[in-house]
Every structure is written in structure tokens, then in C-alpha cells.
């Protein structure tokens, strides 16, 4: 139990500096950036406590805004996110995903991606939505989630693998 | 009593979701309406700290084009310098309005954004130097925003590119005004409106600040003009104006302390009083 919520301390903190060192200095075309931030709230144990993760993630969310000085986007995206992950999960594993413990960090299965893919387009649409707020860019919101969100997808699963935990 | 206690404990997680919820929204409209009341900026301890630190790393791979800038500003004072008719000469002091109108606090960029539609900079000078809200910030080719939140030791900056930012300008020929803002597109180009069909303007005429603005002095360099079109409802031209600056790579930038501004904003707030 404790060093879960030690992992989770360290990848919290751990993806929070990449973010904001590298991937935030990533703009390919000039408008798509990923976010694999996000990660922290999809690889959260999946019976972890809920509360904590919806704490977790609006802390995770409010210091990204406060680095790239965006208000609260990055915070309202993350918490709609870490609300909507058991509905995610149910979604993409079935109903009784509770009892049949989910490891997401391991062989990409469709389910899997399915989760993850779910995960970035809520988060990246809210997160692009409520960055422009107003319907002239509408185009431009669709577009920049698309792109960005195969992005992130990308940089997700490439971290994933590269950190696979419990290599037996 | 025993319900209602009840019904929180279950609906613990949606409780605590509205509520964060609550306050990560209104943390966004603030952020949207104009009005300088933003409680997260990365003008604080940790985030400038942290930038200043990347920063630090990051200014020696680009040593040398910094350098080569700096020696082509200097080239170009010290060619103003040598044409002056006497180079010896010191500026007497005006003995009516005393020292001169503005006051240069020299900065560096160390974070820049540019992808978003409402991007900031932030330098690393901050309330110690005198650095204040409101104050213009340029460098040696032209503007590159407006100074937004500051803390003791880090500001942040509106910069140009962004849908929020509205400065006055003119062309330089002609002294029509008009507003120039940013139509969130591309980082080369801002846009000049509410210029009148009066003025005559030709592709490739200068665009600097005007003076109707007590944040920038007269006549600094904004761009040129790339485009012209006219407005369907107004009647009035929007310009493409091209940017002299790149804005995705920015280093020492100016601080402009005019000296004048405390005045004029106590006689602006007095007239709005009365």
C-alpha cells in the first residue's frame, strides 16, 4: 500500500518535470503539443481511492497552469478526466472491471488502447475547448485536439512500454 | 440529519469533483476576462525559479546567435552614434521637465510560448528592478508585449501574439491609428484594424506604436505591411502587418519605465471620478 503511494508521489513529480522541460517546449507545425502529463491519471491504480485522485489531479492540473500560465484549463481538463475514468473503464473493460485486476502498463491490448485513446480525446477536448472559448475557432479547437491527441497517444504508449515496471 | 449525512458520504466523489470543479472554472473565466485578475501566474517563486534554472541551460546552445544580435544592435547604435554632428557632445537636460521621459530596465526572456491562442512570456526581472503592471516591453527590432503580473523577482508579459492583446499603432507615413491585434494564426503576423479608408497605404509601409498610449513611447518598430483588405461591416482596412521580430525566439528584451505614466494614470483616474 505505501509504496504504491510512493510510486504514485514519484511519477506525479517525475512527469510533471518532463512536461514541463521537454514536451512543453514541443511544438511540431507550430500548434501541436502533447501532453503525456496525463499519464499520471490514466496508470492510477484502478482501485485507488477516488477522492485522493481527484485531489491528486487537480493539484497535478493547477501546477501545469500555473507554468504555462493558462488560468484553469489544464486543472478543468484533468478533473473531468480523473471524474470520468471509472465510466472510461467500464467502458472499455467491461462491467466488472473492479474484480478482475486491470493492469494498464503492459502489452498493448485493443482495450487497453481503447482506455487510453478515450482518456486523451476527453482530456484534450475540454482542455482545447476551453482554451479558445469561442466558437470562430471552432475549426481550429477540432483540428489542434485531433492532431494533438494522436500525439500524446503516441508519446503515451512509447512511455509505457520504455517503463514497463514488472518485467518477470 | 441522518439523511443528508448519508447522502454526502455516498456522493462524496461527485461533491468533492463539483467543487474542485467549481474553482478550476472560475480560475478559467477569470483568466479570460481582461481584467488582471489572474491568481495563477508563472510569475511566482517556483515557476520563474524552475524557468530561470532551464533557462540557464538552454541560453548556452544558442550562445552564438544571441551574441551575433547583440553586435548587430550595437553596429546600429554605434553607427547613430558616429553619424551624431558632434559625438562628444552630452545631451543637456531638459531644465523644464527634468530627466528624460522613460527608463530602461534591461531583461531576459525565460520562458516563451507562442502555440497557444493566448500566449505569455516570462522575464526575469521583476518588482526589485521597478518592473510594474501596464509597462511596454520591446527589444532591438520591435514590441513584444505588455507587462502583466508581477512578483518580487519574475514578471509575466502579454505578449503580442495573443487575442487579448490590443495596442495602439500607426503607420508611420501617414500617422493614421488604428489597433493592432492578433487574429491567433500565425506567429509572423499580427493585424492593424479600425485604420479609416482615408489613408493611403501601400504594401510594405511601416507600421510603429503610436502615441496615444502611455505604455510605449513613439515610433518603435512593429512591421510591415503584407496584406490590405477592407472590412465588410466597418469600412475600415485590416492590415496583415508583418512581425520585423521573431517571436519564437526571443532573448534580452527592454523594459520601458516611462516616467510620465504615474501621472497620466492618476489624471485619467481622476477624470473617470469626477
Not at chain 1, 120 to 144: G, Y
Not at chain 2, 67 to 93: H, M, Y
Not at chain 2, 126 to 147: A, F, T
Not at chain 2, 252 to 267: A, G, W
Request: charged content about 15%; aromatic content about 12%; proline content about 2%.
Amino acid at each position: 500500500m505505501n509504496s504504491t503511494l510512493l510510486v504514485n508521489i514519484f511519477r506525479f513529480v517525475l512527469l510533471l518535470a518532463v512536461q514541463i522541460i521537454i514536451f512543453n517546449n514541443m511544438n511540431f507545425l507550430g500548434y501541436i503539443s502533447p501532453f503525456p502529463y496525463l499519464l499520471f491519471i490514466i496508470l492510477y491504480p484502478v482501485n485507488g481511492n477516488k477522492s485522493g485522485l481527484l485531489i491528486a489531479s487537480f493539484l497535478l492540473g493547477l501546477i501545469m497552469d500555473m507554468f504555462s500560465n493558462s488560468g484553469g484549463i489544464h486543472t478543468t481538463a484533468c478533473l473531468v478526466l480523473a471524474y470520468f475514468r471509472p465510466f472510461i473503464f467500464k467502458f472499455s473493460f467491461g462491467l466488472s472491471y473492479e474484480y478482475q485486476t486491470v493492469k494498464l502498463n503492459d502489452v498493448l491490448t485493443p482495450e487497453r488502447f481503447s482506455f487510453i485513446l478515450l482518456s486523451v480525446v476527453i482530456h484534450h477536448f475540454t482542455l482545447f475547448i476551453l482554451e479558445a472559448f469561442q466558437f470562430s475557432f471552432i475549426l481550429d479547437i477540432l483540428l489542434r485536439t485531433l492532431l494533438s491527441t494522436v500525439f500524446t497517444l503516441l508519446i503515451c504508449i512509447t512511455i509505457i512500454y520504455l517503463i514497463k515496471p514488472n518485467k518477470r | 440529519m441522518q439523511q443528508i449525512f448519508n447522502f454526502i458520504f455516498k456522493n462524496s466523489n461527485r461533491i468533492l469533483f463539483l467543487l474542485l470543479l467549481g474553482i478550476s472554472l472560475t480560475l478559467t473565466i477569470q483568466s479570460h476576462s481582461f481584467h488582471r485578475s489572474k491568481i495563477i501566474s508563472s510569475a511566482n517563486f517556483l515557476s520563474g525559479g524552475v524557468y530561470e534554472k532551464v533557462n540557464n541551460i538552454n541560453e548556452y546552445l544558442n550562445l552564438k546567435t544571441q551574441n551575433d544580435a547583440l553586435a548587430v544592435e550595437n553596429a546600429k547604435l554605434k553607427s547613430l552614434l558616429f553619424n551624431k554632428k558632434d559625438t562628444t557632445a552630452i545631451k543637456k537636460l531638459d531644465s523644464l521637465k527634468g530627466v528624460k521621459p522613460s527608463d530602461i530596465v534591461v531583461s531576459k526572456v525565460i520562458h516563451n510560448s507562442y502555440n497557444s491562442h493566448e500566449n505569455y512570456l516570462t522575464l526575469n526581472s521583476g518588482e526589485l528592478e521597478g518592473v510594474k503592471p501596464d509597462m511596454g516591453v520591446i527589444n532591438d527590432l520591435g514590441i513584444i508585449g505588455i507587462v502583466d503580473n508581477t512578483s518580487p523577482r519574475y514578471s509575466t508579459v502579454v505578449s503580442i501574439l495573443n487575442i487579448k492583446s490590443q495596442i495602439n499603432a500607426k503607420i508611420k507615413k501617414s500617422n493614421h491609428f488604428g489597433s493592432l491585434i492578433w487574429d491567433g494564426k500565425s506567429t509572423g503576423f499580427v493585424q492593424l484594424i479600425d485604420v479609416p479608408r482615408l489613408a493611403s497605404i501601400r504594401k510594405g509601409d511601416t507600421i510603429v506604436t503610436g502615441g496615444q498610449s502611455v505604455i510605449f513611447p513613439e515610433n518603435i518598430g512593429i512591421g510591415t505591411i503584407a496584406n490590405i483588405y477592407t472590412d465588410n461591416k466597418t469600412h475600415y482596412y485590416i492590415i496583415n502587418v508583418k512581425l520585423f521580430n521573431d517571436m519564437t525566439n526571443l532573448g534580452h528584451v527592454y523594459i520601458i519605465k516611462s516616467k510620465d505614466r504615474e501621472e497620466l494614470i492618476n489624471l485619467e483616474k481622476k477624470e473617470k471620478n469626477e
